[in-house]
């Protein structure tokens, strides 16, 4: 319980009517969990406006609320902000005596691989005998108890009460996915982080944010407004991540594959099976709080396939360092670690080979594309889901990019589906979208035999593919299920 007053001290208040004295007993964003004694904060989301919501929060036990503009109707204290997202947040943390403060928090921000990254380094942390937290696309994992995601980053109240449930459990470090979205909608704003990483920036979230100037701005915003106190860690192979090394206040620790200028470099690099071998070096001294690191040099064997998984693996390695991880514990987690669905996984491996890959915009494509070019196969197939509901921006600059690989790798025609059965209605395919696609195809000649289903489409790519070949099951949405789909059409499902 805390008063009103100790939780509004928390916060800008810029003005205040019927201001009572109350006890809090929780707070809410959604009038459907709105309890006796909740201070209720108005949420202006994308779609509606949680001001409209006030009188049934009121109805289910608000006792006070926070809003951006004063509602003449409702009697309770009302608390006017700025914005109100911003001060849930902190109103969050303060409410559940600030989590993320008693933990070594790692914040993790690409366009591709923060799932893959965080997961990585949560597996070194835990084979270290950390008890860890984890937040991100997949699960929330507090310790031992795993929780389904419903967003990759979740809002700020649900946040704070899952760190404050870490806390509980005596877990020490969080890895944590930090999406756009998150960033833009001010759910990380009471989170301090010791660790921040900016993997790569690629296109996309191009129609949600309105252009990709403003997506770089919010994606960019976790380093730039890391503190002093805390560690960047930035790839020299992407140019955005590398031109933020004088844009933060934090210490940056720098890698590449290409680009070995920087404190670490990867050397001997073997891509020949899909899966990387190589040498991780640092190649100078690292000092920041808390922590030093002076040159080293060991091998590494990934269990997972895909050119990305070498440059996710550099950044979990360092965190790893970063937090003392002895070498050893990173050489074994990486040798066993069993990878993410639909990162460039490997669901075939006999006559031919299958690769599952979510292949959701340009990075991500030309890293899988790029993997395959190092891999040894008679033919290459390609069996792609057109992205639905995601616009025509981002429709036709995934369908450029596959051009590009096609014309590289010399293929002259893919199957495509719209999975009709197999999306929600979130995710269909519009006719702009399809359209788009298929101009693309057409002015590059490539041939495209399209199916409106998806295991109509999987059998056709199945019955092409011959002894040594290697087929790509490529997309988002659309081809989540596919591998299931072939399972189960093998074990006779």
Known sequence: MFSLKDLTNHIEVLDTVYPREKVISGISYHSGKCSEG????????????????????????????IVER???????PQFRVANSRIALAKLAAAFYDQPAQKMKMIGITATNGKTSTSYMANAMLENAGLTTGLIGTVVVKVADQSIPSELTTPESLDLQHYLQQMVDANVSHVCMEVSSAAMETHRIEAVPYDIVTFNNLSREHIDSHGSFEKYWEIKSSLIKQA?????????????????????????VITFGLKNQTGHIRCTDLDLST???????????????????????????ELSVPGLHSVYNSMVAITIALLNQVPVEVI?????????????????HEEKFTIVDDHFANPGNINVTMETIRFMNYEKLHLLYAIRGSRGTTV???????????????????????????????????????????LQVMEKANINVTLYDELPTAIDAAL???GNGDLLLLAGCQGMDPAASIIRQKWNGG
């Not at 004063?70 to 309770?76: A, S």
């Not at 899966?275 to 040099?297: C, V």
């Not at 429709?395 to 929600?424: D, G």
């Open 463 to 465: 019955a092409e593919t």
């Open 395 to 437: 429709n036709e600059e995934n369908a450029e990019v596959i051009v590009n690989w096609m014309k590289k790798l010399e293929l002259h025609e893919l199957i495509a589906t719209k999975s009709v059965s197999h999306v929600t209605d979130k995710d269909v395919v519009t006719d702009e979208e399809l359209a788009v696609f």
């Open 70 to 76: 004063f509602q003449e109707h409702i009697t309770i």
């Open 227 to 251: 503190s002093a106190d805390s560690i960047a860690i930035l790839n020299l192979d992407d140019t955005y991540s590398a031109s933020l090394q004088q844009e933060t206040a934090a210490h």
């Open 38 to 65: 909740h201070l209720f904060v108005c949420v202006t989301g994308y779609k509606t406006d949680g001001h409209l919501y006030l009188q049934q929060a009121v109805t289910n036990g608000a006792v006070a609320a």
């Open 274 to 300: 899909g899966r990387g071998r190589f040498y991780f070096e640092l190649t100078k001294p690292f000092d920041a709080p808390h922590i030093s690191l002076e040159p080293m040099k060991f091998a590494v």
């Open 331 to 347: 050489q074994q987690t990486l040798s066993n670690f069993p990878g993410v669905e639909r990162r460039f996984e490997f669901i």
